[in-house]
């Protein structure tokens, strides 16, 4: 009894009933079907520099993903709220000390982004707010007035929310 379990186990091992030869791939083309082109919105504001450097490279994987699967991405990456701190090319000293690597992926994934042709939006009420020098602004990103209004008129434009929290 013992051997046909070890002469079982083996041939599964050795890919007899693999359940790779079965997989299906995986990928979005339900979702997908017959779009040519994906018109998305991020409002993006996160209290961490940390979580903005995971999602800043969740959302590229996420431009990559549709280019893969033949559609076309219009990304629109609108940044509020406390946010504005981690994209300031001279953060604060404290920050900077605290947080280097999160800060150094954030600045390679707005190169990025640009790279890629996706719009990215600082919001100058922010900025303000938060204390944040607008000439400190990577210059791969654009200053918007009020990030809520961006938000509407690209949501208008048919751009859809893409919420991340």
């Not at 994987?61 to 559609?71: P, R, S, Y």
């Not at 504005?84 to 920050?95: G, H, K, N």
Request: net charge negative.
């Amino acid at each position: 009894m013992l051997k046909k379990i070890t002469v079982s186990m083996l041939l599964l091992f050795l890919g007899f009933s693999s359940p790779t030869i079965h997989a299906k791939e995986i990928n979005d083309s339900v979702a997908l079907n017959g779009i040519e082109t994906a018109k998305s919105v991020f409002l993006i504001d996160f209290t961490n520099p940390k979580k903005t450097a995971f999602y800043l490279d969740i959302i590229l994987g996420t431009h990559k993903g549709l280019t893969k699967q033949n559609v076309k991405s219009n990304m629109v990456l609108v940044f509020i709220g406390q946010t504005v701190q981690y994209l300031s090319t001279e953060p604060a000293d404290d920050l900077a000390l605290e947080s280097e690597d999160e800060l150094n992926s954030i600045q390679a994934s707005i190169k990025e982004f640009s790279k890629l042709g996706v719009r990215m939006e600082v919001c100058a009420v922010a900025t303000r707010v938060f204390g944040v020098d607008n000439d400190t602004i990577p210059k791969e990103m654009n200053m918007v007035a009020d990030g809520f209004v961006s938000l509407i008129g690209w949501q208008t434009q048919g751009h859809k929310l893409v919420p991340i929290f």
